[in-house]
């Protein structure tokens, strides 16, 4: 046929289940989404290990939970041999499946989803996984086109070549950092390993509160906090409580399902307050829930930092702490697995940076050092 357009080619999906029925399921589930091939499958890790590179998937679907080589172990090892291909992991919803499915984010793992509850009824939990993972597999499987506009900064946004991500332009104004009183975070899709890198900076914990917003449901943010508590970067990490006092050194993560907030206790005190308001980017904990706050509580004397993630969660009000003088970092998109949040940032013209993962916590250290914040933005204000 000539004069005609090739058809899209579909992204490739491994499913790797050790249970023939979880494997039905979502092969027939994967199957149903028109983009979507099902290449192949495997019983265990040893076996997903042998076939990847016969295969050749887009994406993989990994169980967490396998004889002979569990999906971490597995996991490990496509990272390794096979770094492009993304990896979705599949969790029962328990406390051990929280613990692994967290484990394996922080190592690499693209994303995850719930696999469905007993007593669902099949259509419900076929229908249920075409949208969710069939979203999720479009999400990390759709190759980037590396057609389209190039936009570009200005260079004063990167003083020694800091930015690598081209962005639409509408720039912050630079002003004067003041003094620091709070690290505030948002992070979605690819947060918890984003979390990890960020944090593995950090040799001792900051002389401030830090409040960090991931999306995850109720029982993985536990495990997150958890988790992150054995960096051994000096931070301690604590899963929010309500009423829970605001001090200097710790880590406060948002639970899975509230909101959270910080308000003010008198004369200078602040304390936690969650609650279950409306879902906010259809999001609850949302990034601009927090920021808010914030905002109404520390002004612009804090560094707001957006990692990767889908949406926008936290755009608007990077954009407001930025009026008020705030620090607003976001993440490039190079190293996000997911340029969605920290590009909604760089759209509305609140980030002061846009640098790569690996940039973030030594940046965000060099703005603490005595003189640091002031001296950057006067050079860049001179650029």
Same mark, same amino acid.
């Given at each position: 046929?000539?004069?005609?357009?090739?058809?899209?080619?579909?992204?490739?999906?491994?499913?790797?289940?050790?249970?023939?029925?979880?494997?039905?399921?979502?092969?027939?589930?994967?199957?149903?989404?028109?983009?979507?091939?099902?290449?192949?499958?495997?019983?265990?890790?040893?076996?997903?290990?042998?076939?990847?590179?016969?295969?050749?998937?887009?994406?993989?679907?990994?169980?967490?939970?396998?004889?002979?080589?569990?999906?971490?172990?597995?996991?490990?090892?496509?990272?390794?041999?096979?770094?492009?291909?993304?990896?979705?992991?599949?969790?029962?919803?328990?406390?051990?499946?929280?613990?692994?499915?967290?484990?394996?984010?922080?190592?690499?793992?693209?994303?995850?989803?719930?696999?469905?509850?007993?007593?669902?009824?099949?259509?419900?939990?076929?229908?249920?996984?075409?949208?969710?993972?069939?979203?999720?597999?479009?999400?990390?499987?759709?190759?980037?086109?590396?057609?389209?506009?190039?936009?570009?900064?200005?260079?004063?946004?990167?003083?020694?070549?800091?930015?690598?991500?081209?962005?639409?332009?509408?720039?912050?104004?630079?002003?004067?950092?003041?003094?620091?009183?709070?690290?505030?975070?948002?992070?979605?899709?690819?947060?918890?390993?984003?979390?990890?890198?960020?944090?593995?900076?950090?040799?001792?914990?900051?002389?401030?509160?830090?409040?960090?917003?991931?999306?995850?449901?109720?029982?993985?943010?536990?495990?997150?906090?958890?988790?992150?508590?054995?960096?051994?970067?000096?931070?301690?990490?604590?899963?929010?409580?309500?009423?829970?006092?605001?001090?200097?050194? *710790? %880590?406060?993560?948002?639970?899975? &399902?509230?909101?959270?907030? /910080? $308000?003010?206790? @008198?004369?200078?005190?602040? !304390?936690?307050?969650?609650?279950?308001?409306?879902?906010?980017?259809?999001?609850?904990?949302?990034?601009?829930?927090?920021?808010?706050?914030?905002?109404?509580?520390?002004?612009?004397?804090?560094?707001?930092?957006?990692?990767?993630?889908?949406?926008?969660?936290?755009?608007?009000?990077?954009?407001?702490?930025?009026?008020?003088?705030?620090?607003?970092?976001?993440?490039? *998109? %190079?190293?996000?697995?997911?340029? &969605?949040?920290?590009?909604? /940032? $760089?759209?509305? @013209?609140?980030?002061?940076? !846009?640098?790569?993962?690996?940039?973030?916590?030594?940046?965000?250290?060099?703005?603490?050092?005595?003189?640091?914040?002031?001296?950057?933005?006067?050079?860049?204000?001179?650029?």
């Amino acid at each position: 046929m000539s004069g005609g357009l090739a058809a899209p080619s579909r992204i490739r999906v491994m499913v790797v289940d050790d249970s023939a029925l979880m494997r039905r399921v979502l092969m027939q589930a994967l199957s149903s989404c028109p983009d979507i091939e099902v290449a192949g499958f495997a019983i265990n890790g040893v076996e997903a290990l042998q076939k990847v590179g016969v295969i050749k998937p887009d994406v993989i679907t990994m169980d967490v939970e396998m004889p002979d080589m569990d999906g971490l172990t597995a996991l490990d090892g496509i990272r390794k041999n096979h770094p492009m291909v993304k990896v979705i992991m599949c969790s029962s919803l328990t406390e051990s499946g929280a613990r692994v499915t967290v484990d394996a984010l922080m190592r690499g793992a693209a994303d995850y989803i719930a696999k469905p509850v007993s007593g669902m009824p099949p259509s419900e939990s076929l229908q249920r996984l075409k949208e969710e993972l069939g979203g999720k597999v479009r999400l990390h499987g759709t190759k980037r086109s590396a057609a389209g506009p190039v936009l570009r900064l200005p260079a004063r946004y990167a003083p020694g070549n800091r930015i690598s991500t081209p962005a639409p332009l509408v720039t912050a104004p630079v002003t004067p950092l003041r003094r620091v009183t709070a690290l505030c975070i948002g992070s979605s899709t690819g947060g918890p390993n984003a979390l990890a890198e960020l944090f593995s900076s950090f040799q001792a914990p900051l002389a401030m509160p830090i409040f960090i917003v991931q999306h995850m449901p109720p029982m993985f943010t536990r495990m997150l906090a958890e988790r992150l508590c054995r960096l051994n970067c000096g931070t301690h990490f604590v899963e929010a409580e309500h009423g829970m006092p605001v001090k200097a050194g *710790e %880590a406060y993560i948002a639970p899975g &399902g509230h909101h959270m907030e /910080v $308000v003010l206790q @008198g004369v200078s005190s602040q !304390v936690i307050r969650l609650h279950e308001g409306p879902m906010e980017h259809s999001c609850r904990p949302s990034v601009d829930v927090l920021f808010r706050s914030i905002s109404g509580v520390y002004g612009g004397s804090v560094i707001a930092t957006v990692l990767t993630g889908m949406g926008a969660d936290g755009a608007n009000t990077s954009k407001l702490l930025g009026t008020q003088g705030a620090y607003v970092i976001a993440q490039d *998109e %190079a190293s996000s697995v997911v340029w &969605g949040m920290p590009g909604a /940032v $760089v759209r509305t @013209g609140a980030a002061n940076e !846009v640098l790569p993962l690996n940039q973030i916590g030594p940046r965000i250290l060099e703005l603490l050092r005595p003189g640091g914040a002031l001296a950057n933005s006067k050079k860049q204000a001179a650029a």
